[in-house]
């Protein structure tokens, strides 16, 4: 049996924050004792972590990552290696990813590919929620049968006609599945079909800087799809997840769909907090950095953001992991902002980001950690596996140093991207060591975790249903 203690920290969780020492033995949290009494003096470790002056908190959980995701005719450039061990290094140590079933083919098929991409390959655990991009009488009827293999969770699109999208009677049909089922349907809900008029228009006018990805894809389209999907959810007496939530009025819907009493979440991501469409409008074709969808919104969005967070109309941070390199890739859309591969890299920087904003005021230290660890964890059946620090969990735990600061830089990053979307911001506070079910990942800044130990996590149903 191996034994760890962690000394001296400030245990920080979704709930409570003390000073505890914590005993992790055999991958899992063992018990948590308050520092300096005689029962956590009396623990013994093969290995003793001192944390004095330091948090200890929970691993992060990313409820939402892309890796070596197919998308506008190229692929996202981190693999399952290079992008797990990234969260690794940003303090994650749970990834959900979204495995990709092709038009014309099976559930399955697309998941099994997806276990072929990440198994023996991750540096910390993994998930998989299901994309399904033809939703028809066979594929509505596997969605309960990979519900038992742990994969409770399927992303359907409004938005990409053509590619992912489904219209408003797949929608509904795959609701009353999930609601007969346990399933959790995650919504990217924009209108694609005007949103295609739009960007044809757009270009037909010359407006092809990338720019015009955030004027054509409107707040009121994502408003819109986002009522729809509330109201198609409560015809199937389903749950609903809207995924990266960018809008004060998709945020507004939101809201008063809970305030009816209606299993409607939302989740939002670090980009729409801390960028805005004055990134997109970068010179010299620098905002392609910045395209995705929903897009990034001007600075006025961010305040009905952190509120949302604050008020729980938003509940998770997630962050939409989808890194392509500005060379080669985003440059795909040189001329055309419309073939400018959508997605932002991020999966290394969200739990920093969310610190600052504990930091800047926007949300409490116990807050950053429910929004980024438990909630997530609930949402998507990992709790209290994961997202707690709690005997009986496993032992995936950071020890974070609050006080020193880091300038986030493609130069420095651990993502295989060519680009920083956050280059040049200063921030507070850092990942210092991190450990995935008992076993060290990061030590002191230095990586030491390996390609193969992040293993496979089937999850059960969301845990705010029942
Ligand atoms: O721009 C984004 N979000 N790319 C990834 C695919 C998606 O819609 O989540
Ligand atoms: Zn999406
Ligand atoms: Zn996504």
């Given at each position: 049996?191996?034994?760890t203690?962690?000394?001296?920290?400030?245990?920080?969780?979704a709930?409570?924050?003390i000073?505890?020492d914590?005993?992790i033995?055999?991958?899992?949290?063992?018990a948590?004792?308050?520092s300096?009494?005689?029962?956590a003096e009396?623990?013994?470790?093969?290995r003793?972590i001192?944390?004095?002056g330091k948090?200890?908190?929970?691993g992060?959980?990313?409820a939402?990552t892309?890796m070596?995701?197919p998308f506008?005719?190229?692929?996202?450039?981190?693999t399952?290696?290079?992008?797990?061990?990234a969260?690794?290094?940003?303090?994650?140590?749970?990834?959900?990813?979204?495995a990709?079933?092709?038009?014309?083919?099976?559930?399955?098929e697309?998941?099994d590919?997806?276990?072929?991409?990440a198994?023996?390959?991750?540096?910390?655990?993994?998930a998989?929620?299901?994309?399904i991009?033809?939703v028809?009488?066979?594929?509505?009827k596997?969605?309960?049968?990979?519900?038992?293999?742990?994969?409770s969770?399927?992303?359907l699109?409004?938005?990409?006609?053509?590619?992912?999208?489904?219209d408003?009677?797949?929608i509904?049909?795959?609701?009353?599945?999930?609601?007969?089922?346990?399933g959790?349907i995650?919504?990217?809900?924009?209108?694609?079909i005007?949103?295609?008029?739009?960007?044809?228009?757009?270009?037909a006018r010359?407006?092809?800087?990338p720019?015009h990805?955030?004027?054509?894809?409107?707040v009121?389209?994502?408003?819109?799809?986002?009522?729809?999907a509330?109201?198609?959810?409560?015809?199937?007496?389903?749950?609903?997840?809207?995924?990266h939530v960018?809008?004060?009025e998709?945020?507004?819907?939101?809201?008063?769909?809970r305030?009816k009493?209606l299993?409607?979440?939302?989740e939002?991501?670090?980009?729409?907090?801390?960028?805005?469409?004055d990134?997109?409008a970068?010179p010299d074709f620098?905002?392609?950095?910045?395209v995705?969808s929903?897009?990034?919104?001007?600075k006025?969005?961010?305040?009905?953001l952190?509120?949302?967070?604050?008020?729980?109309d938003?509940?998770v941070?997630?962050?939409d992991?989808?890194?392509?390199?500005?060379?080669?890739?985003?440059?795909l859309?040189?001329?055309?902002?419309?073939?400018i591969?959508?997605g932002?890299?991020?999966?290394?920087?969200?739990m920093?980001?969310?610190?600052?904003a504990?930091v800047?005021?926007?949300?409490?230290?116990?807050?950053?950690?429910?929004?980024?660890?438990?909630?997530?964890?609930?949402?998507?059946?990992?709790y209290?596996?994961?997202?707690?620090?709690?005997?009986g969990?496993?032992?995936?735990?950071?020890?974070?140093?609050?006080?020193?600061t880091?300038?986030?830089?493609?130069?420095?990053?651990?993502?295989?991207?060519?680009?920083?979307?956050?280059?040049g911001?200063?921030v507070?506070?850092?990942?210092?060591?991190v450990?995935s079910r008992?076993?060290?990942?990061?030590?002191?800044?230095?990586?030491?975790?390996?390609?193969?130990?992040?293993a496979f996590?089937?999850?059960?149903?969301?845990q705010y249903?029942n």
């Open positions: 049996m191996t034994r203690v962690i000394r001296g920290g400030l245990v920080v969780t709930s409570d924050e000073h505890a914590v005993l033995e055999d991958g899992r949290i063992a948590l004792a308050a300096g009494t005689s029962a009396a623990w013994t470790g093969d003793v001192d944390a004095t948090y200890v908190i929970p992060g959980v990313d939402h892309h070596e995701l506008g005719g190229t692929f996202a450039s981190d399952f290696e290079t992008g797990t061990r969260a690794a290094w940003g303090g994650t140590t749970t990834i959900v990813d979204f990709v079933q092709s038009v014309g083919a099976s559930l399955r697309g998941l590919t997806w276990h072929a991409k198994e023996g390959n991750c540096a910390i655990d993994y998989f929620h299901m994309i991009s033809d028809n009488e066979s594929t509505l596997e969605m309960p049968k990979l519900i038992e293999h742990g994969i969770s399927f992303k699109f409004m938005a990409y006609p053509g590619v992912f999208y489904s408003d009677g797949q509904l049909r795959a609701m009353q599945v999930a609601a007969d089922t346990g959790l995650m919504m990217h809900a924009e209108n694609g005007a949103i295609d008029v739009l960007v044809e228009q757009a270009l010359g407006e092809t800087d720019r990805h955030g004027e054509v894809r409107k009121l389209l994502e408003a819109e799809a986002t009522h729809r509330i109201q198609l959810a409560r015809v199937a007496g389903s749950p609903l997840y809207v995924v960018s809008a004060e998709a945020v507004a819907e939101l809201a008063a769909a305030d009493g299993p409607v979440f939302g939002t991501c670090p980009q729409y907090l801390f960028l805005s469409t990134n997109l970068e620098e905002g392609a950095k910045y995705c929903t897009p990034l919104r001007p006025e969005h961010q305040a009905a952190w509120r949302g967070l604050r008020t729980d938003l509940q941070v997630s962050t992991h989808c890194p392509f390199c500005f060379s080669g890739q985003k440059e859309g040189r001329g055309d902002f419309s073939k591969p959508n932002l890299p991020g999966v290394e920087n969200r920093d980001l969310l610190h600052q504990v800047d005021g926007h949300i409490t230290r116990r807050r950053w950690i429910e929004i980024a660890c438990a909630t997530p964890a609930r949402m998507f059946g990992l209290p596996k994961k997202g707690t620090i709690a005997p969990a496993d032992a995936d735990v950071v020890i974070y140093d609050p006080h020193a880091q300038t986030m830089s493609a130069e420095t990053h651990h993502m295989n991207v060519d680009y920083s979307a956050y280059e911001k200063t507070t506070g850092r990942v210092e060591t450990l008992g076993e060290i990942v990061i030590e002191q800044r230095e990586y030491k975790g390996r390609a193969g130990h992040g996590t089937p999850r059960s149903t969301c249903l």
